[in-house]
């Protein structure tokens, strides 16, 4: 009989201490945030212009909370640096565009996605903008020809 009132004791004790101050921190429109693991891949860096370029990902896992990429002229950027977020749909995959950039210049990205308070990275790349006076690099329009409608004279 001791045993069974010890054991009592002992789930009021728990639900006090670690049920109830949750549900209170809730009631009171306090949000409990959800950390998850989560895998970030950079996939390519396109459309490499002297200024911008963009930068396709993907990230596993949830929940997410924010994604985007980091970018720096120096190694090993970080969401302290400049960064660009993509939009939350799809949720797994993204593109960002990185304004902003100076021309010829290396700069170093990483993709990188939010979970409650935890950053994850993706692995380091690295591209070189173009000249002020080149034409875009790994444009999606590469090779296409731009063709211009005749106009009709009467």
Not at 7 to 35: D, H, R, Y
Not at 117 to 141: C, I, L, R
């Amino acid at each position: 009989m001791k045993n069974i009132y010890k054991s009592l004791i002992l789930v009021g004790f728990m639900i006090c201490t670690l049920i109830l101050p949750v549900e209170a921190a809730i009631g009171k429109g306090s949000t409990a945030t959800l950390q998850g693991k989560l895998t970030v891949s950079a996939v390519k860096v396109t459309e490499i212009k002297a200024t911008q370029a963009k930068c396709s990902f993907t990230v596993q896992g949830s929940p997410i909370s924010e994604k985007g990429v980091c970018f720096s002229e120096g190694p090993n950027p970080t969401i302290n640096n400049k960064k660009s977020m993509a939009p939350g749909n799809p949720p797994n995959s993204g593109t960002s565009i990185m304004s902003g950039l100076k021309a010829s210049t290396t700069y170093y990205v990483k993709a990188y996605a939010k979970s409650g308070n935890e950053v994850f990275y993706g692995s380091e790349m690295n591209f070189k903008t173009a000249a002020a006076t080149d034409p875009p690099k790994n444009s999606q329009n590469t090779g296409q020809k731009v063709e211009s409608k005749p106009t009709k004279t009467k």
